[in-house]
Antibody, heavy 121, light 107 residues
């Protein structure tokens, strides 16, 4: 069974960098056919796609976040990460890492449990 | 960017009733790259439907998806108590976007 687990600080100060890591088990990030996503959900709101990365390191980012975003991958550890710079209160959200599948027509088939990140002033 | 608009915002129904949820796109979605998810409080979303009409693994057949182009529908044929939740649609058209969600609540 594929499992994803987010880890990182739950509290980040305004203007600093939010850093999260997703550890994948039950599947290899290096397998073809999948893309690895970060998605967030503001409290009580809908879902916002942040970006995805392929095992090759190729990325696709949400244009509204692109200037503040990097998503490195470490295939040796079967992990991928999120780094979001210059955070504000608007970045307070539950952050999910998730696997996307080309074979299931660009849908998201496995999700982490999510981690709440609060940006404080 | 393709914008997805879901309606209604809230659907109040009783167990056993049929639910029809709408997802409308601001432009045509290529190759039916449209998926539906269910989310319960405190949980991550769960994939229900991909490719507009294909059920994901272990999803009961009371869930069905239909539509093409800009208009898509998720139908729950007979609501079970565990189906009361929030439902999101999602598209891929170079990037991913989600609809705002429809809450299915007990009447």
């Amino acid at each position: 069974q594929v499992q994803l687990q987010e880890s990182g600080p739950g509290l980040v100060k305004s203007s600093q960098t939010l850093s999260l890591t997703c550890t994948v088990s039950g599947a290899s990030i290096s397998s073809g056919g999948y893309f690895w996503n970060w998605i967030r959900q503001h409290p009580g709101k809908g879902l916002e796609w942040i970006g995805y990365i392929f095992y090759t390191g190729s990325t696709n980012y949400n244009p509204s976040l692109k200037s503040r975003l990097t998503m490195p991958v470490d295939t040796s550890k079967n992990q991928f990460s999120l780094k979001l710079t210059s955070v504000t209160a608007a970045d307070t959200a539950v952050y999910y890492c998730a696997r996307g599948s080309w074979t299931q027509l660009w849908s998201i088939d496995f999700w982490g449990q999510g981690t709440l990140v609060t940006v404080s002033s | 960017e393709i914008v997805l608009t879901q309606s209604p915002g809230t659907l109040s129904l009783s167990p056993g009733e049929r639910a029809a949820l709408s997802c409308r796109a601001s432009q045509s979605i290529t190759n039916s790259y449209l998926a539906w998810y269910q989310q319960k409080p405190g949980q991550a979303p769960r994939l229900l439907i991909y490719g507009a009409s294909s059920r994901a693994t272990d999803i009961p057949d009371r869930f069905s998806g239909s539509g093409s182009g800009t208009d898509f529908t998720l139908t729950i044929s007979r609501l079970e108590p565990e189906d009361f939740a929030v439902y999101f649609c999602q598209q891929y058209g170079g990037s991913l976007t989600f609809g705002g969600g429809t809450k299915v609540e007990i009447k």
